[in-house]
């Protein structure tokens, strides 16, 4: 991200588990806009194989929108929600755009949920929607560069 657009300065990641993941979380902010873009990940051992058949569990696009609607917990007075499906490096993901209130504030978010294999990534776009617009495009740049190096 800082190579995409200098006005976005990375911020050392709060680790909140011991478990290691695949994925090193990021998040990186806008000095101008105070905007945030992030990248975090969850991998759980002792998953099923994708290939399984067990009919109890979810579909992937059941896992993503689970994921997506987790992510918006805390989110109040959503007045707009959209949601598409995309790919990322390669995979179905799914994106989903809310305008509402974090707090006191109204803010306009959006997210990308993709899985792979045991391991679940999501890129958060965070902003007021006054200036949602001017990093849209840094936030596409960020998520259409990940990759499964």
């Excluded at 990186?28 to 105070?34: C, I, L, P, R």
């Excluded at 290939?51 to 569990?57: F, K, L, Y």
Aim: hydrophobic share 35%; aromatic share 8%.
């Amino acid at each position: 991200m800082t190579e995409i657009d200098s006005d976005w300065v990375k911020r050392d990641p709060t680790p909140q588990s011991t478990e290691k993941t695949e994925v090193l979380d990021m998040t990186y902010q806008s000095k101008s806009t105070y905007a945030t873009v992030s990248l975090n990940s969850v991998c759980h051992k002792n998953v099923a194989s994708e290939g399984s058949t067990n009919e109890s569990s979810p579909s992937k696009a059941e896992e993503l929108n689970s994921v997506a609607t987790q992510l918006m917990l805390g989110f109040s007075e959503i007045d707009s929600k959209e949601t598409k499906n995309v790919q990322v490096a390669q995979e179905p993901a799914l994106e989903t755009t809310i305008r509402g209130k974090y707090d006191t504030e109204n803010v306009m978010v959006r997210t990308v949920v993709v899985k792979r294999a045991a391991c679940v990534y999501d890129f958060m776009y965070v902003a007021r929607p006054d200036t949602f617009a001017a990093k849209e495009t840094a936030f596409q740049q960020f998520v259409s560069s990940f990759s499964w190096n």
